[in-house]
């Protein structure tokens, strides 16, 4: 049964449309990854993913990445956080993220650097950019990216970065969303000729439920995907 009614249908079909997006731009299917966002979704629909097969999610907080991390000890999931970040959060993020995309500021780098040395680890990360005007996003600016890269290669060596993310306006307009995630991949391009010594920046995550498509056309290596795959949210989420 693929009914979108189901979860198993929505996931199936969100995977047939990423590879049918992979087929127009020229890319391989395996060179985009779907991150599953289970932000406000409850125990019982991450175990419904797991089913299908999904391990890796994407949360906004960490209250709620501490909560579900606890109800599904020991069953080799990781968590992403993808959400802003309060620097005085730092270190729960440190003890329960896997893995941290919505890194924006040099405060919060240095205060995860902290943490994690203290926890004796190290977290990758992806620097969150801000490729829209819109006041409400957040994001380091463009032109600070490259600053920023290299003081974290020297300076928070417990900071494995591996890429750039972003959001991309919320517009009805193609034109405009696609212009956000060719920015961000061009961003990335002049980067990797600067060359900095311990950054990678493989990867870009860019694309959620309702424009994940013109992403992987303009580069996308990883689409957040929530509510096509969970079904709409019931409370609210500020981003
Ligand atoms: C909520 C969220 C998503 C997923 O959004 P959907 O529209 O539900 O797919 C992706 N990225 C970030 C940063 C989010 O906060």
């Known amino acids: 049964m693929t009914a979108v009614d189901t979860m198993a249908g929505r996931l199936a079909q969100i995977q047939q449309r ?7 731009a020229g890319r391989h299917p395996d060179s985009v990854t779907l991150l599953p966002v289970s932000k406000t979704f409850d125990v019982e629909s991450i175990r419904e993913a797991m089913s299908l097969g999904l391990t890796r999610f994407g949360e906004n907080k960490t209250q ?6 606890a109800a599904l000890a020991g069953q080799g ?34 205060a995860l650097h902290r943490r994690l040395q203290n926890e004796g680890r ?12 819109e006041p409400s996003k957040y994001g380091m600016a463009p032109e600070d990216v490259s600053a ?24 009805p307009d193609p034109a405009e969303v696609r212009a956000c995630f ?15 010594a311990g950054v990678s920046l493989d990867r870009l995550s860019m694309g959620m439920s309702g424009d994940f498509e013109l992403a992987i ?16 949210r019931t409370y609210p989420d500020p981003q």
């Open 18 to 24: 990423i590879t049918q997006a992979c087929e127009r």
């Open 182 to 196: 060719r920015a961000l991949r061009e961003l990335r391009d002049r980067l990797v000729q600067e060359n900095i």
């Open 122 to 133: 190290t977290l990758d990360v992806l620097v969150q950019v801000k490729t829209s005007s």
């Open 77 to 110: 999931l990781q968590w992403v956080l993808i959400g802003h970040l309060q620097t005085n959060k730092a270190k729960d993020a440190a003890r329960d993220a896997t893995e941290v995309q919505s890194l924006d500021r040099p405060d919060l780098a240095e």
């Open 148 to 171: 920023f890269l290299r003081r974290i290669a020297t300076e928070f060596p417990t900071l494995r970065v591996r890429g750039l993310m972003t959001l991309a306006v919320n517009s």
């Open 217 to 232: 056309e303009e580069g996308s290596t990883e689409v957040r995907i929530g509510t096509a795959i969970f079904g709409a």
């Open 64 to 69: 709620e990445i501490r909560q579900k991390a």
